[in-house]
């Protein structure tokens, strides 16, 4: 199920976040983004929008993409696994170097309270965790 709130705001400016984009850019053939999230819930209307156009602007394929709603209980694939308590949150993740399906290894993670956007955070961690 996809995520209504993570289609990409068409009022979001590029160019003030071309640092982040150039950023998640250069690492499209390499991650994996699993966005945990509800369409019912304000931070995910607040934030996701944006990510989602900052996703796009990098040129992120679709396939590298997973959006998972959750309920209203934050219930829903993947939550007791990846250890989900709030929404929204955005695990990295290497891609999986075979075809089993297995998942690749957490990178880091953005979570709701973060003090910046989901895209400019996760760009400054990658910098720091792929450098």
């Known amino acids: 199920m996809s995520l209504e709130t993570m289609e990409p705001n068409p009022a979001w400016d590029e160019a003030s976040y071309e640092d ?11 991650l994996v983004y699993k966005v945990w999230g509800g369409d019912w819930c304000k931070d995910c209307r607040k934030l996701l929008p944006d990510f989602g156009a900052a996703l796009d602007a990098a040129g992120v394929p679709e396939d590298r ?17 990846y250890g989900i308590e709030y929404i929204p949150t955005v695990v990295v993740e290497r891609a999986p170097a075979g075809a089993d399906g297995d998942d690749g290894e957490e990178v880091t993670r953005f979570v709701e309270e973060e003090d910046r956007p989901p895209a400019i955070w996760l760009a400054d961690r990658l910098e720091d965790e792929l450098a």
């Open 65 to 81: 993409i997973d959006e998972i709603a959750v309920d209203e209980d934050k219930q829903g694939p993947g939550v007791e696994e």
């Open 20 to 30: 982040a984009i150039d950023t998640l850019e250069a690492h499209n053939d390499e």
